[in-house]
């Protein structure tokens, strides 16, 4: 499988650089290397829409930010090779680290979950994923289920089992996803509890939880919200992310409809992380 990378120098960095990686997210570009002067995006070759991409950057220089665009075509294996030299531990709120099988263990940690990224998003690095992994800290997930929507390295399931969640479905379009989502929660002594599957929305009727994590794009949260919903046991909660805050207010309007209430976000670097309960 062949990978498509744009390495995009933008000036300013900020706002533009979040700007970029939310536009080519909703695009279908699903990992993101911040770098010194902006950003590297990746997605499947055969899913690169060229001219999408083309009106995204004439949107945002347009919007006052200069931007230098290099496209090149990258391997499977070159692409993991280069995310392996590159990728080092993170920390989670100064309790969870995640790292990789190459990386010592570190004592001090309160968790470690040991991830190998290959082509999936969720290595903690990122603000959405590491703004969820830190509101589920605050989150009693003892003898509970939880769905793990969009799950990319099954991190957060990996993170909800560790916690005490005993029945945990993870689902991902991306077979690349869902392979390496087996492969992590076999790593992490998880695989009991995790349940691993090839699918978007249309896979969820029939399954129920009380934790429903949705780590995905504003679009695709506000499309199937009602699908996530119907999944939800009374008194469960909804935990989206993958959005700017700007975008809170009509993810609210749309979960209020549904019974579903706002109750705390987090944020960092204009990323948002909301917490919704129905009762």
């Keep these: 499988m062949e990978y498509t990378q744009l390495e995009i120098e933008v000036s300013p960095i900020d706002p533009y650089r979040d700007w ?7 695009a279908g570009f699903d990992m993101f290397e911040d770098t010194a002067s902006g950003v590297k995006a990746y997605i499947q070759t055969e899913r690169m829409d060229a001219d999408r991409v083309g009106l995204l950057m004439d949107e945002c220089r347009k919007l006052g930010a200069n931007l230098k665009v ?3 075509r990258i ?5 993991n090779a280069d995310w392996e030299a ?8 100064g309790k969870v680290r ?15 979950i040991i991830i190998q990224p290959r082509m999936a998003f969720g290595t903690g690095h990122h603000p959405t994923t590491s703004l969820v992994m830190e509101t ?3 989150v009693n997930l003892n003898d509970r289920s939880v769905i793990d929507m969009g799950c990319g390295t099954a991190i957060l399931a990996i993170q909800a089992a560790k916690r005490g969640a005993q029945e945990i479905l993870a689902i991902d379009n991306d077979p690349n996803s869902v392979d390496n989502s ?7 002594a998880c695989s009991e509890l995790i349940s691993v599957v090839l699918g978007d929305a249309t896979a969820l009727p029939g399954n129920t939880c009380d934790v429903f994590i949705a780590n995905i794009n504003r679009n695709i949260i506000l499309t199937d919200i009602a699908t996530y919903r119907a999944c939800i046991n009374p008194g469960g909660m909804l935990i989206t992310s993958g959005y700017y805050e700007q975008d809170l207010p009509m993810i609210k309007q749309a979960a209020s409809a549904l019974n579903l209430h706002y109750r705390s976000h987090l944020t960092r670097n204009d990323w948002c992380c909301a917490v919704f309960q129905l009762t």
């Design 20 to 26: 970029l990686c939310f536009s080519l997210a909703e």
């Design 70 to 72: 290099v496209e090149s």
């Design 75 to 79: 391997p499977w294996q070159n692409w």
């Design 86 to 93: 590159n990728f080092q531990p993170e920390w989670i709120a």
């Design 98 to 112: 995640v790292r990789a099988e190459f990386h010592e263990p570190d004592p001090t940690a309160e968790m470690e």
């Design 136 to 138: 589920l800290l605050g």
């Design 182 to 188: 087996i492969d992590n929660a076999q790593r992490n």
